[in-house]
């Protein structure tokens, strides 16, 4: 079973920058996808960004140019740099992990980002 943990979340100023962190532990040979989610109180889950073991990579249409997504070599880690945060970034962020197509979503215990107007 994979078990995610994230880490790197905080209170940053507009225009400042985060990296969280999400690894990866337990059995697996390759995650097929590991990415990140957004959730504000009261809205849906929002996708953030998603990195793919084929080395595809997709962003939410606000964060383009502004968060990139990383995965470590080993498969297992994965990175958001966050630059130029803005308050609207603010959220709970959680990572998510699918260990082959189709199978059940796993998910991290998510991180906390607050911006500052």
């Known amino acids: 079973q994979v078990h995610l943990v994230e880490s790197g979340g905080c209170l940053v100023q507009h225009g400042g920058s985060l990296r969280p962190s999400c690894a990866a532990s337990?059995?697996?040979?390759?995650?097929?996808?590991m990415g990140w989610y957004r959730q504000v109180p009261g809205k849906q889950r929002e996708l953030v960004a998603i990195?793919?073991?084929?080395?595809?990579?997709h962003y939410e249409d606000s964060v383009k140019g502004r968060f990139t997504i990383a995965r470590h070599y080993d498969g297992g880690t994965v990175i958001l740099q966050m630059n130029n945060l803005k308050p609207e970034d603010t959220a709970s962020y959680f990572c998510?992990?699918?260990?082959?197509?189709?199978?059940?979503?796993?998910w991290g215990q998510g991180v906390r980002v607050t911006v500052s107007s």
């Open positions: 990195s793919f073991d084929g080395g595809s990579i």
């Open positions: 998510y992990a699918d260990p082959t197509f189709g199978a059940t979503r796993i």
């Open positions: 337990g059995s697996f040979f390759k995650l097929f996808a």
